[in-house]
C-alpha cells in the first residue's frame, strides 16, 4: 500500500493517535521535499514556540473561568464564576482567548485522561501575577483561579488537524498517486504545486499571506500567484469554493457528532427530538448558518462520507435540515 494510503486509511482509523500519523506526514513531506509543510508537522508533534505562529484552529474563545475566594473573617467559596468584565482590561486579554500551543500527544493524552476520571473539562490554572490582581468579590482575596476547557473543544481541534491531513494528502494524490514514496533527490510534483496545496489544505487559505511569500523568495511559489492567467484564476477559485463548502459540512457533521457522543454519556435514553434540541442549545447562529449555507449547496448525501458511525447520521442530517430556511 503506497504511504498516501496509509496516511488516509489512518486518518479515518481511530486505532491511530494523531501523532502516528503526523509522523507518516513526516516521511511524507521529506519524500516531497516540502520546507512549508515539514515544519508545521514539526510544530504539531513537538509544540508551538511561537504565539503567533499558532493556527486559529487552535485559539479557542468563549471560555469559562472560576475560582475559588476566601473572605477577610475566613470563610471559604469555591467554584465562584469569574466574569471576564470584572477583570481589569490589561489582564482580560490575555484571558479572552486561549491558545493550544503544546504538542498533539499532550492533548491525546489530556482527552484519554480526562474520559478515564468521567470529567467532561480540563482546568487551567491562571499565573499568580493576574490571580493576585483579581478583586471581585467585595472583602474576598482570590486563592487560585483557571479556565474550563471542555474536552470537546480539544476533540474538535484534534479532529480538524486530520482533517487538514486528509485534505492535503487526496490532493496531492490527485497529482501523482506516487509522491509519497518517491525515491531520495526524486521530485514527482513542483514545488508550487505543493506549496499550493498546502496553503488551501493545511492553512485554509486561497492565497498565500505576505509573510509566507517572503519566507519562499527565491523559490517558484513566490511567482506563482502573478503568473497565473485570468480564466486559470477564476476557475481555480470555484474548485476551491467547492472544497470549502464541503470542508464546512464535514466540520459542522463532526462537531454535531461530537455533541451526540457527550449527550450520551449524560442522557443515554434521550430521544431523537431531545438529542436535536439539545444541539440546537450549544451550537450558535454562526455556526447553524454555515452548515445550512454548505448543505443546500452540495446536498444532504454528502454529509454520508463524514459520518464514521451510522448510528448519528439521521440525526446529524435531521439537525442540520432544520437550519435551513425555506424558500
Avoid at 7 to 21: E, G, R, S
Avoid at 133 to 155: D, K
Avoid at 204 to 217: A, C, K, P, R, W
Wanted: with cysteine; aromatic share 8%; glycine share 2%.
Amino acid at each position: 500500500m503506497s504511504l498516501l494510503r496509509q496516511i488516509q486509511d489512518a486518518t479515518v482509523d481511530p486505532k491511530y493517535q494523531l501523532a502516528d500519523i503526523l509522523r507518516m506526514c513526516k516521511i511524507l513531506a521529506a519524500r516531497l521535499g516540502n520546507k512549508a509543510f515539514k515544519e508545521w508537522i514539526e510544530q504539531e508533534l513537538n509544540g508551538y514556540k511561537d504565539q503567533e505562529k499558532i493556527p486559529s484552529y487552535r485559539v479557542l474563545e468563549n471560555l469559562q473561568h472560576f475560582g475559588d475566594f476566601i473572605s477577610i473573617y475566613g470563610q471559604l467559596w469555591e467554584n465562584l464564576q469569574i466574569p471576564l468584565i470584572a477583570i481589569a482590561k490589561e489582564n482580560r486579554k490575555i484571558l479572552e482567548k486561549r491558545y493550544l500551543s503544546r504538542s498533539v500527544s499532550h492533548y491525546e493524552y489530556s482527552v484519554i485522561k480526562t474520559n478515564q476520571l468521567s470529567r467532561d473539562s480540563v482546568q487551567i490554572y491562571w499565573e499568580a501575577d493576574t490571580v493576585c490582581q483579581l478583586s471581585i468579590y467585595e472583602n474576598m482575596n482570590c486563592l487560585r483561579a483557571w479556565t474550563l476547557i471542555p474536552i470537546s473543544a480539544i476533540v474538535i481541534v484534534l479532529d480538524a488537524i486530520k482533517t487538514r491531513i486528509l485534505d492535503f494528502v487526496i490532493e496531492i494524490e490527485a497529482e501523482n498517486p506516487n509522491a509519497g514514496d518517491a525515491l531520495p533527490h526524486e521530485k514527482l510534483i513542483p514545488d508550487q504545486i505543493v506549496n499550493n496545496i498546502y496553503f488551501k489544505c493545511i492553512l485554509h487559505e486561497n492565497q498565500m499571506t505576505e509573510n509566507y511569500t517572503n519566507t519562499f523568495q527565491g523559490a517558484p511559489i513566490a511567482n506563482f500567484a502573478n503568473t497565473v492567467k485570468d480564466n486559470a484564476r477564476q476557475q481555480a477559485n470555484q474548485h476551491i469554493h467547492l472544497s470549502e463548502e464541503k470542508r464546512t459540512l464535514a466540520e459542522a457533521a463532526n462537531e454535531i457528532q461530537q455533541l451526540i457522543q457527550l449527550l450520551e454519556k449524560t442522557n443515554p435514553t434521550a430521544t431523537e427530538a431531545e438529542t436535536i434540541a439539545y444541539i440546537n442549545d450549544e451550537t450558535k447562529p454562526s455556526f447553524k448558518r454555515r452548515a445550512s449555507s454548505a448543505l443546500q449547496s452540495i446536498g444532504e448525501t454528502a454529509i454520508d462520507e463524514f459520518i464514521l458511525e451510522n448510528k448519528y447520521l439521521k440525526v446529524v442530517k435531521a439537525a442540520i435540515k432544520g437550519w435551513v430556511k425555506p424558500v
